[in-house]
């Protein structure tokens, strides 16, 4: 079992914020299927292949069900590679100055960012927000914390332990 500090309870980024993330991230990740569709269909048109038009045509043939399998999964890959190469912050928690980390203050690992974001893929994982915390969150023992905050907290700390340490300069 991980150790679980209350720095990281005390500075837990507030509903709304997690809100703003998701909505700032569904908002980046629409655009960048916008713009991919739009780089599709003028290749298209500048080589007269239109193998992009026709590959979205076939993908709104599929049906909604399959749409939304496709959606997710691949918005899965998108979160999930964005908070592995930036440390826990996406686009919506660089904004909102949050990002993730362990509940043991650790930094999030390959398979804790794993873990964390396929737990999204999981039916109802956005409404468990009315509770605590997010299923995302509770089962794979991570929290998105306000950085500013936090830090501060561990810098007092810090300075209040090295209280009657000698300095060697």
């Not at 299927?33 to 048109?45: N, R, S, T, V």
């Not at 997010?134 to 500013?148: A, E, F, L, P, Q």
Request: hydrophobic share 45%; charged share 25%.
């Amino acid at each position: 079992m991980r150790k679980y500090l209350q720095i990281i309870d005390r500075h837990r980024a507030t509903k709304w914020m997690r809100f703003f993330n998701i909505l700032v991230d569904r908002i980046a990740f629409n655009c960048i299927f916008l713009a991919l569709g739009f780089l599709g269909g003028i290749l298209d048109g500048i080589f007269g292949i239109y193998y992009f038009t026709k590959f979205f045509y076939k993908l709104a043939e599929l049906g909604r069900v399959a749409d939304i399998i496709i959606t997710s999964v691949i918005f899965f890959f998108y979160i999930f590679l964005i908070e592995y190469f930036t440390k826990g912050r996406s686009l919506g928690k660089y904004i909102t100055g949050t990002k993730v980390i362990m509940t043991d203050g650790k930094e999030p690992t390959l398979s804790d960012y794993f873990m964390r974001n396929i737990i999204r893929l999981v039916p109802f994982d956005a409404l468990s927000f009315f509770g605590e915390n997010g299923w995302h969150d509770s089962w794979s023992d991570t929290r998105v914390i306000n950085i500013k905050n936090y830090e501060a907290e561990r810098q007092a700390k810090n300075e209040i332990d090295a209280i009657g340490i000698k300095e060697i300069a």
